[in-house]
Every structure is written in structure tokens, then in C-alpha cells.
T-cell receptor, first 114, second 113 residues
Framework: DTGVSQDPRHKITKRGQNVTFRCDPISEHNRLYWYRQTLGQGPEFLTYFQNEAQLEKSRLLSDRFSAERPKGSFSTLEIQRTEQGDSAMYLC????????????FGAGTRLSVL | DQQVKQNSPSLSVQEGRISILNCDYTNSMFDYFLWYKKYPAEGPTFLISISSIKDKNEDGRFTVFLNKSAKHLSLHIVPSQPGDSAVYFCAASGTGTASKLTFGTGTRLQVTL
């Protein structure tokens, strides 16, 4: 069990650029979640997948955001035309659907938009 | 609309004493509650959870209490250790919310020598 892995750990970009983050969940976990955390707040739900199906998206996920989990394993989160307000920690978590919703988090990707 | 609230942003406790962290929620659809611990530059780490059919769950030094009528839960850490110093998040989920977690804003615990 190698835990949830996120890459990169840090990303600095200029406003207007596109960025993509990757998440590798715990191998046997079929549920994968993306959250966003800003300073002084708890993580906020963005979207989740069960296997390759994206089952829910938060209204926080504007049309500049897209997430995929093409083969039900790793997932990517892309932000197009980044804005300074996108600066945050992006967290990925995974869980087993039969487990009582205990989600295991990665270390996160910290995005800074200049 | 903050559905999960942690009203104490920080708490300082002496080593060996009890730490009590509190959490309130407003959504009566929540039926599962979790506590996570977060160190700087790391993701949240799961600590302990409780289902709404219980009012107490223990795991070593950590005990979570749930008062459904008051929509209140608390995390007790006994005895507190310096390594417990971290930010603690309360989270909740419900059967009608597709299992996403709704988090509070966190309480920073400092355990002093």
C-alpha cells in the first residue's frame, strides 16, 4: 500500500496558462475524489469518480475545470485559463466503496497563479 | 453556508492532559462523521470515525463522541502528546450526498511540554 500519490507537489504558473495535475489512488480503491483547500479553510469537494464514471461535480467546478479518470485508475484535473483565484491546494483522495466512506488523502498539489 | 463548524480556531494543552476538540453540524442528513489530522505540507490523515447509530467510538488515545440531538461531536485525546500538535478537521457525509465529505475549518492543536 503506497498511499495516494499526487504530482506535481507544487506548480507555479502565470495567469491564463493551463495546468494539469495527476492523482494515483490506492490501487484497490474504486472511488476517487478531488478537493480544493484554501488558507484557513477545510477541504472543499470538487468532484468524484466511481471507477471511470464521474458521478458528481460541485458548483465550485467551473467550466474551466475538467477531470478525467480514463481507465478507472489514475485521474487528472485540468484547469484552463488559470486565474489568481485558482491558487489553492488541490487534494486527491480515494476510498473503497464498501468501506464506510473513509477517504485517504494524498499530500496535495499546491498551485500558485501569478 | 457552513454545514460543519469548528468554532475554536486554536487550542493549547499541556502534555499529558486531555485535549477536547469540538464540532457542530447543521445538516440532519449527515450520518457518518470523521476526524482528520493535518500536518503542514501533508494531506489530511484519517484518525477516527463514527456512525450516527453510535454515540461513542474509541481507538487508543482517541475517542469520538456524537450527540445527534445537539448535532454535536467531539474528539478527546488522552493523554495528549507533543506529536499530536497539528490541525484537526471534522468532516461529515450522508447517504444522500454521494459520499463526498463536508469539512469544518479546522482547529489547530498545540501540545506544550
Amino acid at each position: 500500500d503506497t498511499g495516494v500519490s499526487q504530482d506535481p507537489r507544487h506548480k507555479i504558473t502565470k495567469r491564463g496558462q493551463n495546468v494539469t495535475f495527476r492523482c494515483d489512488p490506492i490501487s484497490e480503491h474504486n472511488r476517487l475524489y478531488w478537493y480544493r483547500q484554501t488558507l484557513g479553510q477545510g477541504p472543499e469537494f470538487l468532484t468524484y469518480f466511481q471507477n471511470e464514471a464521474q458521478l458528481e461535480k460541485s458548483r465550485l467546478l467551473s467550466d474551466r475545470f475538467s477531470a478525467e479518470r480514463p481507465k478507472g485508475s489514475f485521474s487528472t484535473l485540468e484547469i484552463q485559463r488559470t486565474e489568481q483565484g485558482d491558487s489553492a491546494m488541490y487534494l486527491c483522495a480515494s476510498s473503497l466503496s464498501i468501506a464506510k466512506n473513509i477517504q485517504y488523502f494524498g499530500a496535495g498539489t499546491r498551485l500558485s497563479v501569478l | 453556508d457552513q454545514q460543519v463548524k469548528q468554532n475554536s480556531p486554536s487550542l493549547s494543552v499541556q502534555e499529558g492532559r486531555i485535549s477536547i476538540l469540538n464540532c457542530d453540524y447543521t445538516n440532519s442528513m449527515f450520518d457518518y462523521f470523521l476526524w482528520y489530522k493535518k500536518y503542514p505540507a501533508e494531506g489530511p490523515t484519517f484518525l477516527i470515525s463514527i456512525s450516527s447509530i453510535k454515540d461513542k467510538n474509541e481507538d487508543g488515545r482517541f475517542t469520538v463522541f456524537l450527540n445527534k440531538s445537539a448535532k454535536h461531536l467531539s474528539l478527546h485525546i488522552v493523554p495528549s502528546q507533543p506529536g499530536d500538535s497539528a490541525v484537526y478537521f471534522c468532516a461529515a457525509s450522508g447517504t444522500g450526498t454521494a459520499s463526498k465529505l463536508t469539512f469544518g475549518t479546522g482547529t489547530r492543536l498545540q501540545v506544550t511540554l
